[in-house]
């Protein structure tokens, strides 16, 4: 009689398990396996064995975090200043490229069934740390009561771990935070209680141009009163200072009544030659340098000689729009965020660019009345959060039948199905170029190209 081989056991949540990362997954987990059985391990690199503890237990996985590391990977190295959002500094930086450019090709080969995909070699990021041009800060208490002023701790949505020294942002950001930070030990605030829902002091979001030198801070709190936030406004180095007082308990930045404490409600940058005004909950690419390249490829893969009708989708405040429209014979962005359209249309206006119209609308619903407005497109521009576009939007874009779509993707993961789609309705993926907008962490952004021969 024929034994049925017997299944492992499962691990279970609180599991210790000795793994052997064989592999990164989208996302930046390692991959390990346990007789065939799969666990993201969240903290390690190929190379590396650890010891992992398992915080979840599916089927057909398990994730788990890194506990101790008891054989490093020959390839790791040090990380500058230990950072939850920078979790691949132990990678040399060629490595991360490496292993970007992999999963782009893998995605579009295993999600979007793509037999040997036109992917570009990856464009290496300008700088590899203090680059980013926005940083959203939490408070907290440490073990001891004291008010800190940093991040949550990965995997703890009550605990946030101090910072004195953030490499992903410029040396004036952290002046500006630890500023904040002394300020409000002195003074004694309450920090908002993630358990309790109670208390004052919520986050701190930090917004630098680059490129004009305009820093803004921006203090999130619950409803209630400062004494003398004139005088914590004073104590920066911002050019502006904003207070927002949010009424519920969300988790978000993006919600109150905010009130102008000093300067200025919006700051400037430069990007491609153009100027543009960001409003607090604006958004805009965190990588000022970056976003230029990858919006120039963005402007190369469309073809522009002058003539061409453009469609933006998704459109933001402008940036990719107005970009276009110094090549393009006009160009008509769509965006469902009323306050992002105003600032598309005052960005338009700042730069004396008359050839782009914006309109506020879901994409969905908007794109046949504003193809009845505008005429059939030579290109469309599809710029879609990291969710992508749904099969909807997808038939609504291939209803333009236009020459060209150039779609600018954060999540290859979502890219490859999306493409897949507009190739079923015969197109063709002529070329994907990815691009390092943020080093240091597993994020990819990439530009494809889709033509009708």
């Given at each position: ?248 308990v969300a988790e978000t930045t993006r919600d109150g009544e905010t009130e102008v404490v000093k300067g200025k409600a919006h700051i400037e940058e430069e990007l ?182």
């Amino acid at each position: 009689m024929t034994e049925t081989p017997t299944r492992p056991a499962r691990p279970r949540p609180g599991d210790q398990l000795e793994l052997t990362i064989d592999r990164l997954a989208h996302g930046g987990a390692g991959v390990a396996r346990l007789d065939g059985y799969v666990v993201f391990v969240r903290g390690a690199v190929p190379g590396d064995r650890v010891r992992a503890r398992v915080t979840k237990s599916k089927r057909s996985f398990a994730e788990a975090d890194t506990v101790d590391l008891l054989e490093p990977s020959p390839e790791r190295v040090e990380p500058v200043v230990p950072h939850p959002g920078a979790p691949w500094q132990v990678l040399p930086y060629e490595r991360q490229l490496s292993e970007k450019q992999d999963q782009v090709r893998d995605a579009l080969e295993r999600i979007g069934r793509f037999d040997a995909p036109p992917v570009e070699p990856i464009v290496p990021a300008v700088e590899t740390v203090r680059y980013r041009n926005k940083l959203e800060y939490s408070f907290g208490e440490d073990e001891s009561g004291e008010l800190v002023l940093g991040f949550h701790r990965p995997g703890r949505f009550d605990r946030i771990d101090d910072v004195t020294t953030d490499i992903l942002a410029s040396e004036r950001v952290d002046e500006l935070r630890e500023a904040v930070k002394a300020w409000c030990r002195a003074a004694g605030l309450p920090v908002w209680d993630r358990r309790s829902q109670d208390g004052l002091l919520r986050n701190l979001v930090v917004r630098e141009g680059r490129r004009t030198g305009q820093l803004q801070a921006r203090l999130v709190t619950s409803s209630g009163s400062i004494f003398g936030v004139d005088e914590l406004a004073a104590t920066t180095p911002a050019d502006s200072f904003l207070w927002t007082r949010a009424a519920g308990v969300a988790e978000t930045t993006r919600d109150g009544e905010t009130e102008v404490v000093k300067g200025k409600a919006h700051i400037e940058e430069e990007l491609s030659g153009l100027r543009f005004r960001i409003s607090p909950d604006a958004f805009f690419q965190t990588n000022t340098e970056m976003a230029e390249r990858l919006y120039g490829a963005a402007a190369e893969l469309a073809g522009l000689s002058g003539r061409e009708r453009v469609l933006d989708l998704f459109c933001g405040i402008g940036t990719i729009a107005l970009v276009l429209a110094l090549d393009a014979g006009e160009v008509w962005g769509v965006e469902i965020v009323e306050e992002a359209v105003a600032d598309a249309i005052e960005n338009a206006r700042l730069n004396d660019v008359d050839n782009v119209s914006f309109f506020a609308g879901d994409v969905r619903l908007a794109m046949r009345p504003l193809l009845e407005q505008s005429g059939r497109p030579d290109v469309v521009v599809v710029d879609p959060p990291r969710a992508g576009v749904s099969q909807k939007v997808v038939r609504r874009v291939l209803e333009a039948e236009a020459k060209r779509i150039v779609y600018v993707s954060c999540n290859p993961t979502t890219l490859a199905p999306n493409a897949r789609q507009i190739v079923d309705a015969g197109y063709e993926l002529k070329t994907v170029r990815p691009v390092d907008m943020f080093p240091q962490t597993p994020h990819i952004e990439c530009v494809a190209l889709l033509e009708r021969p």
